[in-house]
């Protein structure tokens, strides 16, 4: 007899940016580690379809999955606490496209005339689609975007109320994380605002199981009992969800407070206690490093941290491999420009410039890429920063004065970066980008005898990255390139269009300057850093450590 399917949702009360998408990935990860297959989905109540032309300020980072769907950043979040889930573009989905799904149904008569509303059709899609990213898993746990009392999230909040009654009381689970602030002047902890918010989803017929009071200190009991008492609910099933300095320790909080357990019990899943010695071995790396370096992000969305949150995420990973701490120093690259900010490149042990679009601050990032390469320092460039190493070093190495991109300048008379031929027969910008999963084949020796920093890196000759991006190396460039020694140590070949394409570029007489065309911080988790930010680090470690002798 086939188990029965066990959903969690996850709401959030009070005000946005809370911590849903931290909670729910950690409780899929404490749930993982219970031996119970597990799979994470995200909707977001925007009426874009994704978030893939939104701005990095509204919105943080696009994360991109391997089958190239562009996702919400909470998809980044899932996929370093959640090892064994595989995750595709049915894992997020927003109210623009199940509204886009519904009226297209409608247009080829898909529901025989009938009157179109909010509720059933829009809440049937919605629950569809929850489904059908559920499949094959024991455990879907749903994280609702948006904040309770929001009129946009009000179809999801329906749809789910819908499934605990069609999937049956045991087998859904309601977790409402809500703030329980700390009101110095009068020395106490308010409960009010987690009162309201519970209230407001019960009058639309959702009771919370379980809540999670997001504070800045664990709430005594009598406090969780108050609680419970006002959002019927017993004060065992109220937890702290308190703040702490690094996010990969919220699983072990959770634990530590028995959370898991208590989900267990609701949901009656029969399970083991999780392993989490690799998790804290992981932790005790990060919270006790041998030493600590600093990372130059250069880039221009440097006051919206959220922008680079995968390579943020991606740099501790590094660190945790290299059992050092890393500090970023986020560099303005249009300050940059006006001839600031200069002392923070001389500060730094590495250099990072990541992916991108758009001309503003471009000059910026260039400089910081010429600089790391005649200074010696270790340099990272990802996506766009691969593109503009490439300038760079055409400008200054090949002395191709002109050098630039396509996209700044569609007439240049030097496009060392530019479409592919096959990509220009599009008239439509979405139908020239490269999304998702693509092979490389990696170069295994930059010189007779020494090995590239990509081999060095990966100790493989074949490897699979994600891409987000729509220029490329131009072809007609390329011997320039290597003849004035860049080495081109990761190429793509496309069979269809029957096109090489530069993947990785580096500097075989520098300590470590390598660029991808990929987004290699998409695949970096906590136990298992990438192999590219790993080596970065380890080569911005030896250079603090040149420095300090």
Wanted: glycine share 10%; charged share 25%; proline share 4%.
């Amino acid at each position: 007899m086939a188990k029965q399917k066990k959903y969690i949702f996850v709401t959030g009360g009070v005000l946005s940016s809370i911590g849903k998408g931290i909670s729910a990935a950690s409780i899929g990860m404490l749930m993982e580690q219970r031996g119970i297959s597990v799979t994470m989905i995200k909707m977001d109540p925007y009426l874009n379809v994704d978030p893939g032309t939104m701005n990095p300020f509204q919105h943080g980072e696009v994360f991109v999955l391997d089958d190239g769907a562009e996702t919400d950043l909470d998809l980044g979040h899932y996929s370093r606490f959640v090892q064994g889930a595989k995750f595709t573009r049915k894992n997020s989905f927003t109210t623009g496209r199940i509204y886009d799904a519904v009226i297209r149904r409608e247009r080829a008569g898909g529901y025989l005339g009938e009157t179109i509303q909010v509720i059933p059709h829009i809440t049937d899609e919605i629950k569809r689609n929850i489904r059908e990213a559920a499949n094959g898993y024991d455990l879907a746990i749903v994280e609702v975007g948006g904040t309770v009392g929001d009129i946009e999230s009000l179809p999801f909040l329906e749809a789910i109320r819908q499934m605990k009654g069609e999937e049956g009381a045991s087998n859904v689970l309601f977790v409402h994380l809500t703030l329980v602030p700390y009101v110095a002047a009068a020395g106490e902890l308010k409960t009010k605002p987690t009162q309201h918010s519970v209230k407001e989803l019960r009058e639309i017929g959702i009771q919370p199981d379980i809540l999670l009071c997001r504070t800045d200190r664990v709430l005594p009991k009598e406090v969780k009992d108050k609680i419970g008492l006002f959002c019927n609910v017993s004060g065992a099933q109220v937890f702290s969800a308190t703040d702490v300095a690094n996010i990969y320790e919220v699983p072990l909080l959770f634990h530590e407070e028995g959370l898991d357990e208590e989900i267990a019990e609701k949901l009656g899943i029969w399970s083991g206690r999780p392993d989490l010695s690799r998790w804290a071995s992981m932790l005790k790396t990060l919270h006790h490093p041998e030493a600590e370096i600093s990372v130059g992000i250069v880039g221009k969305y440097t006051d919206w941290r959220d922008s680079y949150k995968s390579i943020s995420e991606a740099l501790i990973h590094g660190g945790v491999a290299n059992h050092v701490r890393v500090n970023m120093v986020y560099v303005d690259s249009e300050e940059l420009e006006k001839g600031g900010q200069l002392e923070l490149l001389a500060s730094v042990d590495g250099i990072l410039v990541p992916g991108g679009f758009g001309e503003r601050g471009i000059e910026g990032k260039i400089q910081a890429i010429h600089y790391a390469r005649t200074h010696g320092v270790p340099f990272f460039g990802i996506c766009l920063g691969m593109q503009l190493a490439v300038i760079e070093f055409a400008r200054n190495v090949c002395n191709i004065a002109e050098a630039n991109s396509a996209e700044f300048r569609p007439n240049g008379s030097a496009k060392v970066i530019d479409l592919m031929e096959s990509q220009k027969a599009h008239t439509d910008l979405g139908g020239t980008m490269r999304l998702g999963a693509y092979p490389c084949q990696l170069v295994k020796e930059a010189k007779p005898g020494i090995k590239t920093k990509a081999f060095l890196a990966y100790q493989a000759e074949s490897i699979i990255e994600r891409h987000r991006h729509r220029f490329e190396v131009s072809n007609a460039y390329v011997a320039q390139l290597k003849e004035k020694g860049l080495v081109i140590s990761g190429k793509n070949f496309n069979a269809d269009t029957q096109e090489e394409l530069v993947e990785m570029v580096e500097s075989p007489d520098h300590p470590w300057f390598l660029s991808c065309q990929f987004h290699p911080e998409f695949l970096s988790h906590p136990l298992k850093p990438h192999p590219l930010f790993a080596a970065f680090v380890a080569a911005a470690k030896n250079r603090n450590r040149d420095n300090r002798r």
